[in-house]
């Protein structure tokens, strides 16, 4: 019989491209979303791309813990993937009580789920974020966290402790965190991929709205950072490499082959990339110019971060594949297509 994987928040960006990579894989998969932050669409495509009408679909708030066991006493979960949760940092500095209540007890929902249902293998969805400004380059998952500078940042941090806690306490409850450094891109289909509600805070999505015409002009925030060409250095990581990355998480999990009940594991490529190196190698491969200027710095960037991802690489038999030129091309073909869609 096939494993089933719940996934929560399972019909946004992230959330449909592991559903895809799950059902290819051979998972049952349940999708569960209160649809705050998305539409349809994307789980749309993930019918399509999968040939699959018949994914099971529940709406549903994970801050609703009745809802969390009726969802639990339907079907048999050996897994759960946590990504229902509010994610826009400058809106968590703005609102901080909206994010620690919606994202700790979402979380802990399905913690306590979990636990009353037998046990359960649960993967958090974490992020780069809980290294702040790392003294050393690249990351590994033994550097050191950092206070974190947003209440999203620490509502990260808090959920990586309980998960922690949880399967120290709680015989059957095993966990793993994926920290993700910057997630980009979309699935080459061009069925799924970023759907950003109003002005995008993140940069791909901002440089594709730009090319698009949406945005008038994208602004490089800071060009006098002590870099190579002054602009800041992250990890992008493509969308389909970092939803396979699940796929052999969830399978560590089930196969019984984790080394200790709680891992941590960095999602990254291990390769530096400066805004301004990502801004012209979308230009070179979709044959455009971009229409962009030099602003300055943004509160709370870091100059630079990037993974050392040798511990997925050799624990999870996990390697990210797509070059940065696969991904910036399947995100301006995703751009396009809602651009078409927009127009039908
Ligand atoms: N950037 C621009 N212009 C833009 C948008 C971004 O120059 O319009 C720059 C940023 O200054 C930064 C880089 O592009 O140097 C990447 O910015 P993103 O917002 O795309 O990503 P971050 O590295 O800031 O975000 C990451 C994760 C988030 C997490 C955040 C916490 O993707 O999920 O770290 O700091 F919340």
């Known amino acids: 019989m ?58 549903m708030n994970f801050c609703d813990l009745d809802a969390v066991n009726r969802l639990f006493d339907g079907y048999r979960i050996d897994a759960v993937i946590h990504f229902a949760a509010f994610k826009a940092v400058g809106e968590s500095v703005a609102e901080p009580i909206k994010y620690y209540t919606n994202n700790l007890s979402s979380f802990l929902n399905v913690l306590e789920a979990a636990r009353t249902h037998g046990g359960c ?132 999990m089930l196969d019984g082959k984790m080394e200790q009940d709680y891992e941590i594991f960095n999602i990254g490529t291990g390769r530096p990339v400066s805004v301004l190196e990502l801004v012209t190698t979308f230009e070179k491969v979709n044959h455009l110019k971009l229409n962009y200027k030099f602003a300055p710095r943004r509160a709370g960037d870091v100059t630079a971060i990037w993974a050392d991802p040798t511990l997925a690489n050799q624990k999870l038999g996990w390697k990210a594949e797509r070059t940065v030129e696969e991904t910036l091309s399947a995100a301006w073909a995703w751009e396009k297509r809602l651009a078409e869609r927009a127009h039908e």
Not at 122 to 132: I, N
Not at 229 to 244: E, S
Request: glycine share 8%; with cysteine.
């Open 2 to 59: 096939s494993k089933r994987v719940l996934v929560s928040g399972g019909a946004g960006f992230i959330g449909s491209h592991v559903t895809v990579e799950l059902i290819q894989a051979g998972y049952e998969v349940v999708v569960a979303d209160d649809m705050s932050n998305c539409d349809l669409t994307c789980f749309e495509g993930v019918k399509k791309i999968t040939g699959r009408e018949d994914i099971p679909f529940v709406k």
């Open 121 to 252: 293998n649960v993967l958090f969805s974490s992020s780069a974020t809980v290294y702040g400004e790392p003294e050393k380059l690249p990351v590994t998952e033994a550097s050191p966290r950092q206070s974190a500078t947003s209440p999203y940042g620490n509502t990260k941090q808090i959920c990586e402790d309980i998960l922690r806690d949880s399967v120290k306490a709680y015989p059957g409850l095993k966990g793993i965190a994926l920290r993700y450094f910057n997630p980009i891109g979309a699935h080459p289909s061009a069925l799924i991929g970023e759907l950003p509600r109003g002005v995008p805070n993140n940069l791909v999505p901002f440089i594709t709205q730009t090319a698009i015409g949406k945005r008038e002009c994208l602004s490089i925030f800071g060009n006098d950072y002590p870099t190579e060409d002054g602009t800041c250095l992250r990890d992008y990581i493509d969308i389909v490499d970092l939803a396979k990355a699940h796929v052999y998480a969830v399978r560590r």
